[in-house]
Structures are given as C-alpha cells and as structure tokens.
C-alpha cells in the first residue's frame, strides 16, 4: 500500500535531458523534506538536490548548481528533479528520499539515512554517446 517509485530515467546523450519524477503514496510529503541522491558504481552515495515541506528552501550540490532542477507538487504527492546539459559524470542510480520536517543542508550535505522514512527502489540514469 505505501509505495515510493522514482522513474524519468533512461539513456541520454550529454547535453540532453531528463526530468525524473518521485511519486509516493500510501502517505504524504506535506511534511516532508525530500532528497534526491545518486550512487555510480564504485563511488559513495551522495546528495545531489533536496527541497524542504515548508517555505520552498533548496539544496543543489556544487557539480550540478545551474542544470539540476528540484520541485515539489503537494497536490500530486510528486517531487521532480528536471535535470539539463548532462554529462557523462551525472551517470549514477538516482533515488529519492524523505525525512521529516529537516532542514536541505542536513539531509543533503550530511545525510542520515537511518532517518529518512521513505527510500525509493531507484531509477537509472545513463549520460553516454
């Protein structure tokens, strides 16, 4: 009955683009500030772009300022993450994440997993000629 999926990802030629899409139900993201995060084979998982519940504040790390996009529908129960001018380096699984009334710069430059309530499966993301 909960569910949380990402999707929106696919095979994009650099300087193409994607909007992926994280839809949850069984709950609501009123309340929550929600994160995307990727992971490339061999590296860390790390925050790329978080939006809070509240007044719209939002967090982009520094390799994607300019071409990352975060947004939220509350009436959709969807968070978007419209992603321009890709590179090969954007190459990663992209999930999304919720936690509960926390500010962008914990969740994104510091996260702790463990705390989020929601995780999603996932979706890819490959930046490739």
């Known amino acids: 009955q909960v569910q949380f999926v990402e999707s929106g990802g696919g095979l994009v030629q650099p300087g193409g683009s994607l909007r992926l899409s994280c839809a949850a139900s069984?709950?609501?993201?009123?309340?929550?500030?929600i994160g995307w995060f990727r992971q490339a084979p061999g590296k860390e998982r790390e925050g790329v772009s978080c939006?809070?519940?509240?007044?719209?504040?939002?967090y982009y790390a520094d390799s994607v300022k300019g071409r990352f996009t975060i947004s939220r529908d509350n009436t959709k129960n969807t968070v978007y993450l419209q992603m321009n001018s890709l590179k090969p380096e954007d190459t990663a699984v992209y999930y999304c994440?919720?936690?509960?009334?926390?500010?962008?710069?914990?969740?994104?430059?510091?996260?702790?997993?463990?705390?989020?309530?929601?995780w999603g499966k996932g979706t890819l993301v490959t930046v490739s000629s």
């Open positions: 069984g709950f609501t993201l009123d309340y929550n500030t």
């Open positions: 994440a919720a936690q509960w009334l926390t500010p962008v710069q914990a969740m994104c430059v510091k996260p702790y997993y463990d705390a989020m309530n929601h």
């Open positions: 939006i809070s519940s509240s007044d719209g504040s939002t």
